[in-house]
């Protein structure tokens, strides 16, 4: 057994923490867990990506190209530079949220428009998630990785006692209550 | 205890363990997290920052000479600064355990190139461990320790980025107190003088020859059987990639990246009709092999530049490419790349430079991101602190004219740790062009660690905030203005002015980075 997922988004949105919730889970479900993440320069506003495998035994902390299960993009224009990793069975999870990149801000580049399109035609299991109601429910924008998390826990096998458990330990203590509401938020948002 | 730690956290949990008693380094990424890690979870051990990788390499040294177990950590590029206490303190070796922490970055993800460190524990005839993933950052680095105290030798454990950010499960055990020793009076060992350093010379020679014994017996370097006849040498993080698409072939995973296992190498061959080396970078063990004689394939069909993975791996060695029956999308994919933060002060000093159309000699830092739109504002940088003697160059080769149309710009931290010595010397050898120290108090890029300015250790207490006015006044600078960026105009004119004057100065543009807490 394995199963290979990939967090991807914009520096700053949380992704190295939605993963270490997920890798925690699979941690206490007694899985071997590799991750690796980006720090430093890319991190500032850059594309940044988590990938997290577990399973009965795991060697490479990366994700070969075809081989993700679940990509879980929580920027609708990141979504497209993962699209090469996912499996042809994979499941893609995509924010319906937009980040400018600087040369979009500049003028120098358009942000594409039809990316839900695209992505409609062309990738068999998709989830186009609507955050926004359910991130200002919570109040909270910081909020979205574990909404994000909160959908994709929909997924996978462990149970909803086992995520919230791992929460807990991860968050940081005053923000647990927050994270606990928004992890529940998106694993009621459907299937 | 099995926990997920990140590769980093896994090291300093490892020489926390090992009863490592001092720890010095300075920020680098993906080195870090090591101290912050220990700062944060193990008080126990006396962490610091210090001004640069030189000299927390030498108060680490120091402290392992006069008998306590102690841990250094840096960057690769960072080890450059520390190449000149490592290559004699190789010679002295310690009292106590020392282990130095070397972190590469292949790929080149926050670097400003992708030196292969594993040529410094040859050239310095040090012994280099190299992990393969987080559980062997954590009991390498513990190893070390011992191994150090054993061979009498600072011991090298070379990670890489791959390695240092990646997390996976590390079987965490107890912190063992170490002993402090007493510092022995022995200047034939301690004390450098040319008559001392020959027989020491011999002596270093002798115990990596020891240690290579070592290397054979005790499990660092391992054969792995497979069902083929092809045979792959590797180590590091390509071991995991090797792993993960060779799973039938025989491997020899090499722990002790130096002193080499002659030995077990030419076993190895023998068992195998064909041998390749797959490894990230420079054919370090590859070059070594065929100095052996022995007829290897390693940077015919791995690529020298950059990080590996499975798919190069898999492509490589298997002839396979991995990929999906998913369409690609067609049009343009805008790129992201990394960008100073929304109300950064930074910006307000680019805005200002560019307003004023300077040549800007850069450094190293957040502010590094001056070069890119839609600043464009920085056209050389190097290293840390090079602003600031190449702007004297500058000078230099074009005259006092080019220095009144152009700028250093260099951060806290970073001119702490090597900005101040060039500074000295455009006073010293009559340069007269303008440093611009950007002050955000704190050391951005790396996460905002405390430095001598900020007025803060890196275990949180309090300590005298290093006073740049002062010590610029000190140089012999006699112009010396602090600027608020926020007020635009008054920066413009501060700008203009500071470089048109036909001497030295240093304007200090003092705001508080946005993020820093
Ligand atoms: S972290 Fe601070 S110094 Fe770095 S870009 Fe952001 S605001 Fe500027």
């Given amino acids: ?191 | 205890m099995k926990k997920v730690l990140l590769g980093n956290e896994a090291i300093a949990r490892g020489a926390y363990e090992a009863g490592c008693r001092v720890a010095a380094g300075y920020p680098g990424t993906p080195s870090t997290e090591i101290l912050e890690a220990m700062a944060h979870s193990y008080p126990e051990v006396k962490s610091q920052w210090s001004c640069n990788e030189k000299v927390a390499f030498e108060v680490a040294a120091g402290a392992a000479i006069a008998g306590a177990r102690s841990m250094t950590t840096m960057k690769h590029v960072g080890l450059n600064v520390a190449a000149d206490p490592m290559f004699t303190f190789s010679y002295t070796g310690v009292t106590s355990g020392f282990v130095i922490i070397n972190a590469d970055d292949p790929g080149a993800w926050s670097s400003q190139n992708e030196q292969d460190n594993r040529h410094y524990a040859r050239a310095a005839k040090l012994p280099m461990l190299e992990p393969s993933d987080p559980h062997e950052a954590y009991s390498f680095t513990k190893l070390a320790f011992d191994l150090s105290e054993q061979f009498d030798r600072p011991v090298i454990v070379r990670t890489t980025t791959r390695i240092s950010h990646s997390q996976g499960v590390v079987d965490i055990g107890e912190r063992k107190e170490s002993e402090l020793r007493e510092f022995p009076i022995n200047p034939q060992k301690y004390v450098m003088i040319p008559a001392h350093a020959r027989p020491r010379h011999k002596f270093v020679e002798e115990q990596l020859e020891k240690m290579r014994e070592y290397s054979y017996t005790s499990g660092i370097n391992r054969i792995e059987k497979g069902k083929t006849k092809r045979g792959i040498i590797t180590a590091g993080i390509s071991y995991e990639y090797v792993k993960e698409t060779c799973p039938d072939d025989n491997i020899l995973k090499i722990g002790m990246m130096w002193p080499l296992p002659d030995k077990m190498i030419k076993e190895f061959a023998s068992m195998n009709d064909e041998l390749f080396v797959v490894e990230e970078l420079d054919p370090f063990i590859e070059d070594y092999i065929k100095a052996l004689g022995i007829k290897v394939i390693g940077k015919e069909i791995i690529p020298l530049c950059g990080e590996l993975n499975s798919d190069i791996v898999d492509s490589a060695l298997n002839g396979k490419k991995h990929s999906n029956s998913i369409n690609p999308y067609a049009g343009t994919i805008p790129n992201r790349p990394p960008s100073l933060c929304k109300g950064c002060p930074h910006a307000l000093v680019f805005n200002a430079i560019k307003k004023l159309n300077l040549i800007v000699n850069g450094d190293i830092g957040c502010y590094t991101l001056g070069v890119l739109p839609p600043y464009n504002a920085m056209h050389s940088q190097g290293c840390m602190g090079a602003s600031v003697s190449m702007h004297l160059g500058f000078e230099k080769a074009w005259g006092n004219a080019l220095a009144r149309k152009s700028v250093a710009v260099i951060g806290d931290s970073t001119f702490i740790h090597s900005g101040i010595t060039g500074l000295i010397d455009i006073v010293y050898n009559g340069g007269t062009g303008t440093v611009i120290i950007l002050d955000n108090r704190t050391t951005g890029m790396t996460g905002h660690q405390e430095n001598p300015s900020t007025g803060k250790t890196l275990l949180g207490d309090p300590s005298p905030e290093l006073n740049f006015e002062a010590l610029c006044l000190a140089c012999g600078v006699k112009r010396v203005v602090t600027v608020d960026p926020i007020e635009k105009e008054n920066l413009e004119r501060v700008l203009a002015e500071e470089t048109a004057a036909e001497e030295p100065s240093v304007i200090i543009v003092k705001r508080k980075c946005i993020l820093k807490k």
Avoid at chain 1, 25 to 44: F, I, P
Avoid at chain 1, 99 to 108: E, F, K, M, S
Wanted: net charge negative; proline share 2%.
């Fill in chain 1, 1 to 191: 057994m394995e199963k290979n997922i990939i967090f991807c988004g914009v520096g700053g949105q949380g992704v190295i923490l939605a993963s270490k919730v997920l890798m925690e889970t699979a941690l206490r479900a007694g899985y071997d867990v590799k991750e690796s993440e980006v720090h430093g320069m890319a991190q500032r506003g850059g594309s940044v990506e988590c990938c997290v495998r577990f399973g009965t035994k795991i060697y490479s902390p990366l994700i070969a190209k075809g081989k993700a299960d679940y990509v879980v993009s929580l920027e609708l224009l990141e979504s497209l530079r993962k699209i090469e990793f996912l499996s042809d069975e994979g499941t893609m999870i995509v924010n319906d949220f937009k980040i400018d990149p600087v040369p979009v801000q500049q003028g120098v580049l358009e942000y594409p428009q039809d990316i839900k399109d695209y992505l409609n035609a062309n990738v068999n299991n998709l989830l186009i998630a609507e955050t926004e109601s359910v991130l200002k429910e919570i109040g909270s924008q910081k909020a979205l990785n574990i909404v994000m998390l909160g959908i994709l826990s929909n997924y996978l096998e462990f149970s909803e006692k086992e995520w919230l458990e791992s929460v807990k330990v991860c968050v940081k203590e005053k923000f647990v209550e927050m994270n606990i509401k928004a992890f529940l938020a998106g694993r009621s948002l459907k299937k």
